[in-house]
């Protein structure tokens, strides 16, 4: 048997553990963050069962300093202080470790690297085939036939095994040992290792090329010529201490003894203890088994920043907690296998009619449709499953043809039109819009379980299969199993065997009505209820209606302005091509780079990416726009071979042939702060910015004649909801007496009268009031306005001396965040910050910009659904033919019979500005035209 060691470099797997977590942390019940132990052991376990080592060893550096910081004063020096979470979590991965019996290495003088190529060689030598467990690229410097890099998987990926091959592809080199030498030369911003400036991964690769290694390309600095043999030349001294710091030390004073690194069986007793801390059940189970002890969840407790239970007070107590969502984290040990069951058919008419009696006698039912397809408006329907009680369900299949289908489904009008009933399901607007196209609607109330994960954990995955292996323990039938992967090859629910789609369907009835037992009291304890049952869940109705009316696109408008496009297109790239004075690859960036910043040489300092060509985003070249006409008409042709490819050619292709309409769908639950989305196509994403991409908008029209399209929308939003909820008197006021709020700030933050404000103060006071909530620092501010950042500065500094009741605002919820763990909209829309008391400045300055701005976007997606919700309901209840037909952010489009026009428009603008009263009157302006162009 082959001898394998393993050689694990703790910090950077750890580091790395911690970060592929933060957006989505582990806590425990207490509150501790334990993404760093969990990925850490996660890792651990999965070698130890996949590679089945023989020998293990995990290295730690030690605080000591090596030789590098006596060589380089500057040595790691711009590296961030590790969060307190991480460093917390280094004495649990020690006891972990040790439980494991695996033997932890560290030698004070040298770093973890050292240690584990002086271990690594000794144990090759030996005859081990030895793998170094890390993400770090300087290892490739180390690597022999037997001695190979083992790089851990990330974010659903593969590890990745790196041997002198592998290593010598990736670098584009003949030899390990020259893996130093790129080093040297590009340096290394993470260990803030110098290299030679301007010298990126690519042009390293190319000096090695020709020059073999680091002291050849110095040597050789006056053949190279040009700016980088200056560079080069400047920049010596650097590439030789860049090149010593990067060699991995192989003579450390530590011995591999094999007996001393022999993998032995773990300690189950001292890790259950630790796993008990770290409540980490489910890690537990595959070491331990089902006996696995299960941490007591007792009273939830507010913990500081530094791990330590602080007592809470009646005020200041946080809500629970709900267990975090994490990525391949729930292994379900429950499935349709070892867990009893009762799923029956229902086929015949008099199955039919008894289940319909079962049926009627409760105020619950679970139910689910079963389709051909994904696209609610494109999918025929192939069966209904029901359940009104745990482990029991029902299927009831359809025929093939719409008459048929049609009379099985009316077996259960009685049920549908029940105004008493709840109908619970999981994404249940699409199975309402399936049924609407045959006929059919539910007249009872909802209760969506994908919604109310929602806001029960607003930025969790919520798929159906995830949710119940997390809440119920319990894996469903995976629909591949029934018709196969993705791709070509898959088929759809009708291949399906009846007795296969029986239970794979029921079950999902089942399990969605075993979610809202676990859902409903946790909207309670998480104090969202409110925004689940008065705001999310009628909006299901009023989403399934707008989905189902669809919008008209005229496809001959399109269609001559793709022409129209191109020609304007192609005249931008010839002009690009005769200022270069070469023909290039227009779409490629790093051919784009080289002819902008080498041959034209537009900026000396441009930036590289970390493939090592320059950066070309439209960032980058809006900054050089004034410095070369070239760059003007480059970013004119991306924003029309953008327009062409993206909206105007896939249009056409996305018209619903049943309708020929367009039929986007709303997704509900996405945007943390509440807004909906749209894909499918995403007709919120229909440019508004420019002249060319407005007049896309030109292409979506009235139904027939008798109709027109009507726009109605919200006027500045955000800002009177941020003047409302911080109350400060003086915008307010501004709202109150209808005063133009950009110049009314200008004049303040200027120091002006009113009449004195030009359009360029106009314009920057505007930047800074939709900035300001957004955490614009005044190095951005400068950057967005192109003006001096001292003048920003002073912009921001005037406004919040005008503006103070904002920026207390500001400062209250941060502060209440921290208290809290939360904050929330005016409604109760809940948003979780678990980095807002986090030690990382980074992380911790996105959670309080969080804090800050989600109350004011999420009051804004709350007031518009709840006017759409409004709005639907008088066109319902008085019978109005028209129809809302879009909603676009701050923005709703109806499709309105021209007879009802003189009623809709002030109808529409009561609901608008009547959805949710605030302390400033609430303005929406209204529009009609023959396209969404004219009307907006």
Not at 164 to 173: D, F, G, M, N, Y
Not at 433 to 450: H, N, P
Not at 807 to 819: G, L
Request: glycine share 6%.
């Amino acid at each position: 048997m082959q001898k394998k060691l393993f050689l694990l470099d703790a910090m950077a797997l750890i580091y790395r553990a911690y970060y592929a977590l933060i957006r989505n942390p582990r806590l425990t019940s207490k509150g501790r963050n334990t993404n760093a132990q969990f990925g850490f052991t996660t890792t651990l376990l999965d070698l130890i069962n996949k590679e089945n080592p023989t020998h293990m060893a995990v290295a730690f550096d030690t605080l000591a300093p090596t030789e590098r910081h006596s060589s380089f004063a500057d040595y790691k020096a711009n590296r961030e202080e590790a969060p307190e979470d991480l460093l917390a979590a280094l004495p649990d991965i020690k006891r972990i470790i040790e439980g494991f019996n695996i033997p932890v290495v560290e030698v004070d003088g040298y770093e973890a690297d050292d240690v584990i190529g002086t271990l690594a060689w000794q144990a090759g030598d030996a005859g081990y085939e030895v793998f170094m467990v890390t993400p770090d690229k300087d290892y490739g410097q180390l690597v022999r036939a037997n001695v190979k890099i083992w790089k851990p998987p990330y974010q659903g990926g593969k590890e990745e095994i790196l041997g002198p091959e592998e290593v010598c592809a990736k670098w584009q080199i003949k030899d390990v040992h020259q893996v130093i030498d790129i080093l040297g030369l590009m340096g290394d911003a993470v260990d803030n290792i110098p290299g030679i400036a301007g010298v990126g991964e690519k042009t390293a690769m190319k000096l090695l090329a020709e020059y073999h290694s680091l002291e050849n390309v110095l040597d050789n600095a006056d053949k190279i010529g040009g700016k980088m043999g200056e560079k080069i030349k400047a920049g010596r001294e650097n590439a030789l201490l860049s090149k010593q710091l990067a060699t991995i030390i192989t003579d450390v004073p530590v011995t591999f003894h094999e007996e001393d690194f022999s993998l032995k069986g773990p300690d189950k007793e001292k890790l259950s203890v630790v796993f008990n801390e770290l409540e980490f059940k489910t890690l537990g189970k595959r070491i331990f088994g089902e006996t696995a002890e299960t941490p007591v969840k007792g009273r939830v407790q507010q913990t500081d920043l530094f791990g330590q239970v602080v007592e809470n007070t009646p005020a200041e107590a946080p809500l629970p907690v709900v267990e975090e969502p994490v990525v391949d984290v729930y292994r379900a040990e429950r499935n349709i296998n070892n867990t009893p069951h009762n799923y029956q058919l229902a086929q015949t008419q008099a199955e039919l009619h008894a289940l319909l009696d079962i049926l009627m006698q409760h105020p619950e039912i679970s139910f689910d449709t079963e389709t051909t397809g994904t696209d609610a408006n494109a999918a025929d329907i192939v069966g209904m499953s029901f359940s009104v009680k745990s482990g029991e369900g029902w299927y009831v299949p359809t025929p093939p043809d719409r008459e048929g289908a049609i009379n099985v489904i009316k077996t259960f009008v009685p049920l549908f039109e029940r105004e008493d009933v709840t109908f619970i399901g999981q994404n249940i607007k699409y199975d309402l819009i399936v049924l609407k196209w045959y006929g059919f609607s539910v007249k009872g109330k909802l209760f969506d379980t994908m919604l109310a994960h929602y806001l029960i954990e607003p930025e969790g995955r919520r798929g159906m299969d995830q949710l119940s292996a997390q809440y119920l323990g319990y894996e469903p039938v995976h629909i591949e199993e029934l018709i196969g992967k993705k791709g070509k090859g898959q088929g759809n629910m009708r291949d399906v065997a009846l007795d296969k789609i029986k239970d794979y369907a029921a079950e999902d009835a089942d399990i969605t009505l075993q979610l809202k037992e676990k859902f409903a009291p946790l909207l309670t304890q998480r104090k969202v209820e409110k925004v689940f049952y008065d705001i999310e869940t009628p909006l299901v109705k009023v989403l399934t209606d707008m989905e189902y009316e669809g919008v008209k696109v005229d496809i001959n408008v399109l269609q001559e302005y793709s022409r129209e496009l191109e020609k304007e297109a192609a005249r931008a790239e010839e002009s690009v091509y005769a200022q270069a004075g070469v023909r290039f690859n227009l779409a490629s960036p790093k051919q784009l780079g080289e002819v902008l910043f080498e041959k034209l040489q537009l900026d000396p300092k441009a930036k590289k990416t970390r493939t090592g060509q320059y950066a070309t985003g439209e960032d980058v070249l809006a900054k050089l726009s004034n410095k070369h006409q070239i760059v003007e008409d480059i970013l004119v042709f991306r924003e029309l071979t953008k327009l062409k490819s993206t909206y105007v050619d896939a249009l056409p292709l996305m018209v619903n042939p049943r309708t020929g309409r367009v039929h986007t769908s709303y997704n509900q639950a996405v945007a943390v702060t509440g807004r909906l989305s749209s894909n499918n196509p995403n007709l919120q994403n229909i440019p508004i910015r420019t002249d060319r991409g407005r007049e896309i908008r030109k292409a979506f029209v009235p139904r027939d004649p008798d109709h027109v399209l009507v726009s109605a929308d919200y006027s500045q939003i955000e800002l009177r909801i941020i003047a409302a909820i911080s109350e400060d008197a003086q915008m307010i006021s501004a709202f109150q007496q209808g005063l133009d709020i950009h110049a009314t700030t200008a004049a303040k933050v200027y120091g002006v009268e009113m009449d004195a404000v030009t359009s360029d103060m106009r314009r920057n006071a505007k930047s800074v009031n939709f900035g300001i909530i957004y955490g614009v620092s005044a190095f951005g501010l400068s950057e967005n306005l192109g003006i001096a950042r001292s003048e920003a500065k002073t912009l921001i500094d005037n406004y919040f001396a005008q503006y103070p009741a904002i920026k207390q605002y500001m400062e209250d919820q941060i502060s209440y965040a921290q208290r809290k763990g939360y904050v929330e909209t005016l409604l109760g829309r809940k948003r979780w910050l678990k980095d807002i008391n986090s030690g990382n400045a980074v992380v911790r300055g996105y959670a309080e910009r969080n804090a800050i701005n989600m109350p004011i976007q999420g009051t804004a997606a709350d007031m518009i659904k709840l006017a759409m919700i409004s709005i639907h309901d008088r066109f319902r209840k008085e019978g109005i033919r028209s129809r809302m037909i879009l909603q676009v952010h701050d923005e709703l489009v109806f499709d309105v019979h021209r007879s009802e026009l003189d009623k809709v428009k002030p109808l529409i603008l009561e609901g608008m500005r009547n959805a949710m009263p605030l302390a400033v009157p609430i303005d929406a302006e209204v529009g009609e035209g023959e396209n969404w162009l004219q009307a907006h």
